[in-house]
């Protein structure tokens, strides 16, 4: 990496600077920051905290925003100019880094120099990743800065890797390595013995099986192993096998002989060629001139909530970072604001408040960043009608051509129009006036604040806010966790009293913001057969989870059929209010379309929403199975048997090894036992976990052989998810990485799974090694 440093801004960079952390238009403080020599690290710290400083990865960074692009610095932008501002927006669910330098120059060196480093980052091969992996760890172990380890640092180092090695052969590894015989490992050294620790023997014992002399994979002998292992296709083994020597092969004298050393072999198998999901679905690969109602779409549940449903913040960086993971359904709840500009937040909770022209300009800012196919606003609106022509007004001159405001030829409509034809429009999804009849159509959401509501009128609760005691329009369960949330007693030791008010008439609705809405008109669902015989395919109703559930329950084989003609959104119960997750798997198992999560929540939950979306481009929508779409056959997830073309597989996995896995407990002394958990999600039938057993002291390498297996009677929705976790016996296990992908993308024979953190986020170079195969059960 010291290649760069002749980048003036990265010298800059190094000698540090003096900036404004920002957190809130009253939390402004100096903190002084720098970037290391191995410039992959940020370093900064308080001017009055004496030693005290922290540090982040450039390589946690995703992007840098300059001027007032968030909502802090805005709040500020009286006191300070935009050339003086940015921010440092970080992956994952982590919060950005608002900064102001003293001057436009320095804030230049800064903007420049990051975006310089994470350029660099993205273009780094696997190799050197690797190497400045090394690189960190060495400069972890080497306490007293010399540049050299003694053996007392390789025994902290080896605790830090997760390794509890016999001090007698971690003391041999150690006098091989020192070829100076200096008693200390210089940079080439630590090199070499980290190859040694690292030496693979499930890899070595693969390549000998293949290997017809015990040195190399000659073209012969690759294509053999491509063609019985890896199941590639028979056609075109041999230039694939010319192609993976080329590619990954670092000896020339191997790539001369046409042949494959150990070395390569390794590099290959850690390569995304050789990863478990198959690179060409990673890719836009399905049919997108298919009706709407034909995929499943990524889509976001309250989406302007950073936290909880009570009292967390609302920004418009939940939509940010919701439509930069693909999401293509986000929900906007709006309310008359003051100075007639309509607000949005959770109604009736104490979360903050936004503008609604602030969620629009960042709709039309973001919307097509990472997916150029449609997005739907879903519209929950308890506005006046002076301030529902405000938002029809902001949505027109505000998104202008994106926003989609009539039929796409112009005539009236048969049937929903495709993805493709789609691309670059935004839908607005709401209440619409019959032309007819001039009626005013109902909807679920709005009604239904939760699934619990016990009256369909409105409620009134005397409530006390601070010393304050006032009257609030909430529903009982409303009420109950406004109230409970901040009480430390239990909810049955305190009485409640409801009033009764006379019921609100039908809200009225605004011709301007009626005319947005096309093709995703709300309307109350009353039954299956009711929609079956009168309602339109533009028409789309939206269920709690347990109404769903319901449904799912009463009539399966109904709910699938009713989403191969319409568009149906479920959400999350009102009940809730941590913002956790229902199991989308379950909906997806009826067709339904718009699946809506908290996405500002990780867990089991996002990882399966994740990981169905990374396929086809992570263009945030997939095409259902062709059994989901029919409109003349039935599918029922119950008995996935009673269908066209059934045919069970059988899915056996042997889980080989895992490398590098991440510490978990932060005590230097703990190292983790690691075990594998296998899991199928998909439809009832297919429902199932298996684990390997636990490895004691061992998240550096740690070897398994065992082998599970799974019969799988719905492949097309089923989706495997990989979990490594730290064993505990006398508490719960901690979470160490996962994977999740669908089953039908899995690439079989011999692959590296590469894990990621609970936020979605890479963790390398932490991966499982394993072996897949699928057949037929007859």
Partial sequence: MTQRIGDDNLQSMIVGTVMRKIKSRTWKKQRYFRLQEDCMTIWYKSKKTGNTHSTFSVSDVEAVREGHQSEVLL???????PDRCFTLVFRGRRGNLDLVADSADEAQSWIKGMRKLIENLENMGDSEKLDQWIGDWFKKADKNNDGRMNFQEVRVLLKMMNVEMNEHHAHRLFMMADKSQTGSLEDDEFVLFYKMLTQREDVLRVFQEYSGDGQKLSLSDLEEFLREEQLEDVDVVQQLAMELIERYEPSDTAKTLKAMSIDGFLIYLMSPVGSVFRPRQQNLYQDMNQPLCHYFISSSHNTYL????????????????ALKRGCRCVEVDCWDGTNGEPIVYHGHTFTSKILFKDVVSTLGKYAFKVSEYPVILSMENHCSVEQQRVMAHHLNTILGDKLLKSTLDRKIP???PSPEELKGKILLKGKKIDTLTGEVSDEDEAAEIDEDNLHSNSLRRRAKVGSQW??????????????TSS????????????LSLPQKSKQRLSKELSDCVVYCKSVHFSSFKHSRMHSKFYEISSFTESKARKLLREAGAEFVLHNARQLTRVYPSGLRTDSSNFNPQEMWNTGTQIVALNFQTAGLEMDLNDGLFSQNGGCGYVLKPEYMRRLDKRFDPEVPQNRDGYQPLSFCIQVISAQ???????????????????????VPLDQAKQETRYIDNNGFNPVWYDTLRFTIHAPELALVRFVVEDYDKASRNDFVGQYTLPFSCIQQGYRHIHLLSRDGTSIHPASLFVHLRVTKLV
């Fill in 470 to 483: 006032t009257y609030m329009d909430w529903s009982p369960v409303r009420a109950v966790q406004m109230f």
């Fill in 414 to 416: 048969i049937s929903f």
């Fill in 306 to 321: 950073m936290e909880d449903q009570l009292r967390g913040p609302s920004s418009v960086e939940g939509y940010i970072r």
């Fill in 75 to 81: 709040s500020i932008a009286d006191e300070f100019p």
């Fill in 660 to 682: 590098q896995l991440p510490k978990v407990n932060i005590k230097e002394s703990s190292v983790v036992d690691p075990f594998v958990r296998v899991e199928i999600h998909g």
């Fill in 487 to 498: 009480c430390a007693l239990p909810v049955r030791l305190y009485q409640f009293h409801f």
